[in-house]
């Protein structure tokens, strides 16, 4: 099945190892062919548009999706680490919306694609932490020119639709600082469900308490659902995985926790594409509940913009240089998608209210 490559296959190969925004493949990249410094917004809006983001009103990546809501309760240990009111509240409330990394708004569920998470919390007194994260262990881009270069390379073919699965490897191999986060991401196990997935921040993240103490971070948000492998999960229905969340939902809260990992010294912060040591300490600063699920044309999550620079006081963003650049684009996405007219969702009202999966294939 086109959409189902076999574990080892090339095309599951490089679905997997193109964290975040898995586009399936990449084209061989032109090097030297442009200047980081004359790359703006508009034109990572013309690469994802090549990549099959056919506009519509959806997001020129992570397409297709999903809403959930809930709430965030945080612990003593996230209040020592920021003074942000996000870690002195209770029962905060959370939006969510699950998503797979594609630009591709009617993608078929699969176990080859990376997914995501987004998440907003809020405090009664106005903080608002964004949140957009991949359930890829490592960034496999490390500035504007790598992101320009992956993005561009994602073009599809127009006889196969389909990116060239044989591009990423002179992408790779072009980059010799991105050997680690292409062999993390090769031997990234996924999960069986979007309820058992564990999110990365990738990007880091700088905490000050309430004494002017500053930490560097990376955001890992954890499901306490036990891990399972997809392989063998044996679904057939294009939204096996959005449906088996709400039918999970349907039953009782989902949960997970929000881990910071605590840089040390040696650990570069500026770096995504970079791992940092094992041992580096890890603490969780709370947990989310999801209790409900829905589609993304009758929440509002359908339209916010996750932009994981919008952060409240008590947390900065780091010198990564990722992490300007996804402002700007988010937020060009963001303007670009609410002028357009939105085609209806893959996940429906309907899959929500009876997630119903089908045998045969084909999905609803
Ligand atoms: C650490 C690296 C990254 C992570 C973890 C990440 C994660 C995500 C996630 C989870 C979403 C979905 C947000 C939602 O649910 O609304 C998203 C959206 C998006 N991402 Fe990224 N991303 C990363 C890097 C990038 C880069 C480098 C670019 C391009 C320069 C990019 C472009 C986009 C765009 C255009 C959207 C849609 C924004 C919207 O219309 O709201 N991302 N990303």
């Not at 509002?300 to 402002?327: H, N």
Request: charged share 20%; hydrophobic share 35%; glycine share 8%.
């Amino acid at each position: 099945m086109a959409h189902s490559p076999r574990k080892g296959s090339p095309a599951r190969w490089a679905a997997v190892i193109l964290p975040p925004l898995c586009l399936g493949g990449l084209l061989a990249w032109t090097a030297g062919a442009f200047s980081p410094s004359a790359i703006s917004p508009a034109h990572f809006m013309q690469r994802f548009h090549n990549a099959g983001a056919p506009g519509d009103g959806f997001r020129r990546a992570h397409a297709k999706g999903m809403c959930a809501t809930g709430w965030f309760d945080p612990s003593p240990e996230g209040q020592a680490l920021s003074r942000s009111g996000i870690f002195k509240g209770k029962h905060l409330p959370v939006m969510g919306r699950f998503s797979l990394a594609p630009p591709l708004p009617y993608l078929p569920d699969n176990p080859a694609v990376a997914r995501s998470l987004s998440l907003q919390i809020r405090s009664s007194t106005g903080d608002d932490w964004r949140l957009a994260l991949v359930d890829v262990p490592l960034q496999s881009m490390r500035d504007v020119a790598d992101a320009y270069a992956f993005f561009g390379a994602a073009k599809l073919n127009p006889t196969t639709q389909k990116p060239d699965p044989a591009a990423v490897q002179a992408y790779a191999a072009q980059r010799p600082w991105l050997k680690t986060a292409f062999e993390q991401a090769k031997a990234h196990q996924q999960t069986s469900d979007l309820t058992n997935d564990t999110y990365n921040s990738l990007d880091s993240f700088i905490l000050t308490d309430s004494t002017g103490k500053k930490t560097a971070v990376r955001w890992a948000v954890v499901a306490q659902e036990p891990f399972s492998p997809a392989e063998g999960s044996g679904a057939n229905d294009k939204n096996y995985l959005f449906k088996r969340l709400v039918q999970t939902l349907n039953q009782r809260p989902l949960r997970w926790d929000i881990v910071a990992t605590i840089a040390r010294e040696e650990d570069p912060v500026n770096d995504p594409s970079q791992p940092w040591d094992e041992a580096d300490q890890k603490v969780t600063v709370g947990t989310v509940t999801f209790t409900k699920a829905s589609s993304e044309d009758e929440s509002p999550c359908g339209s916010m913009v996750f932009d994981p620079t919008i952060l409240p006081d008590g947390i900065g963003v780091s010198g990564d240089p990722l992490l300007a650049l996804r402002s700007t684009v988010y937020m060009r996405s963001y303007a670009t998608r609410s002028a357009e007219h939105k085609a209806p969702s893959m996940v429906t009202p309907g899959d929500v209210t009876n997630p119903t999966l089908t045998t045969d294939g084909k999905g609803q």
